[in-house]
């Protein structure tokens, strides 16, 4: 597994930088790494995921903390979850064999494209007719209207992509599950030839999240970097938080941070109430996440995908940051679920970083998230 992983990590392009050095003073805190390698069945550690579409009860903490993620309860657990590191291009599901089905359009081009000798209907916000030829792919480039696209198919079509493109793209399979609206997944194994995989977990923005131990950190300062695809702007969604439900002594990441969009951190002393940082990017959206906090200095910062976003001064009282369990998918487990994919989670509490160890954290999340940070 760890050979597997060492490959994987070497196809992402990644420097020499690990996140575990940002622990080797000790630290306290937590480093969570989406990967097979880490990831179990069960709360004990005993049956390891070996495949996607599996329910995850234990995520290992690499920090050497041992502040592991877990999830005793079945129906509160993440799912994990793969797909290429070029993102989702392909909006059908089943497509090794396609079959009828509907697809959300916004009145943005298409290419539709397959193989085999079947006949693909359009009706809905576009109208046509698509006949495989039966050798090489069938493609029809077109722009549909807002609204509800169905493909009704007739004999053999497989290998079918749908995708906002000005051409047909290398071809991206998506399994066979449908149920959940694209982009969030249609499938939880997508795959393309010359990608590398990205591993996630899915929250479900309903009742998924995970808690690790409590953590004391003895100091005012902190440093959160994650990797998400936000997957809806419906409602506000809380990434993660270092509290029970209560903002006193704690930091936490939001997205959205308001119904509508954004992005934001939290982070409070012990005498004020927080301060909140937004950035503007609706969903589907993938970003890494990076706030950096110090209580007695009146600093605190929103970096998204290596820019800084917006910092404070105000000022945030006295004290260290309180001793919390992670909370993460909702707050306290109880509220403010999120919809997302997380790639990597890492919270710090300690020294303030160099302005080159926070980039070199941002570009290594980045590469688990699919997201160039230069």
């Not at 077109?142 to 493909?151: D, E, K, R, V």
């Not at 704690?250 to 409070?268: K, M």
Request: hydrophobic share 35%; glycine share 12%.
């Amino acid at each position: 597994m760890f050979i597997g992983l060492g490959l994987h990590i070497a196809l992402l392009g990644s420097a020499a930088f690990w996140p575990s050095e940002l622990f080797i003073g000790g630290e306290p805190g937590q480093f969570m790494l989406v990967d097979p390698a880490y990831l179990y069945q069960d709360t004990a550690g005993t049956m390891p995921v070996t495949a996607v579409g599996q329910s995850v009860a234990l995520c290992e903490d690499q920090s050497g903390r041992g502040n592991h993620d877990t999830q005793p309860t079945v129906g509160s657990r993440p799912i994990y979850g793969k797909h290429p590191a070029n993102g989702y291009k392909n909006m059908l599901y089943g497509s090794d064999t396609l079959v009828t089905q509907n697809v959300a359009t916004l009145a943005k081009q298409k290419t539709l494209s397959f193989t085999g000798t079947g006949t693909v209907t359009l009706t809905g916000s576009y109208i046509g007719t698509l006949v495989g030829v039966g050798a090489g792919r069938t493609s029809l480039t077109f722009t549909p209207t807002a609204g509800t696209l169905t493909l009704t198919v007739v004999g053999s079509v497989t290998l079918a992509m749908l995708e906002d493109a000005a051409s047909f793209t290398t071809y991206q399979r998506t399994g066979a599950t449908s149920g959940v609206a694209w982009p969030a997944p249609p499938s939880y194994d997508i795959t393309e030839a010359g990608q590398p995989d990205l591993h996630y977990l899915h929250f479900n923005g309903v009742s998924s999240f995970m808690v690790s131990p409590t953590i004391t950190p003895g100091i005012d300062k902190a440093q959160v970097f994650v990797g998400i695809r936000k997957l809806s702007d419906a409602a506000q969604g809380c990434v993660l938080e270092t509290s029970s439900g209560a903002l006193n002594g704690s930091i936490s990441v939001w997205a959205p941070s308001f119904a509508g969009g954004g992005y934001a951190y939290w982070s409070r002393g012990t005498l004020l109430n927080p301060n909140a940082f937004t950035g503007t990017p609706s969903s589907p959206n993938t970003s890494v996440l990076s706030g950096v906090s110090d209580i007695a200095n009146d600093a605190v910062t929103l970096r998204v995908n290596g820019t800084q976003i917006v910092t404070s001064s105000t000022d945030q009282g006295t004290g260290n940051y309180l001793a919390y369990p992670i909370y993460t998918g909702r707050r306290a487990g109880t509220s403010i679920p999120v919809s997302m994919l997380l790639y990597s989670k890492i919270v710090r509490f300690g020294s303030t970083l160099t302005a080159d160890t926070i980039a070199a954290t941002d570009r290594w999340t980045g590469q688990r998230a699919g997201v160039s940070i230069a």
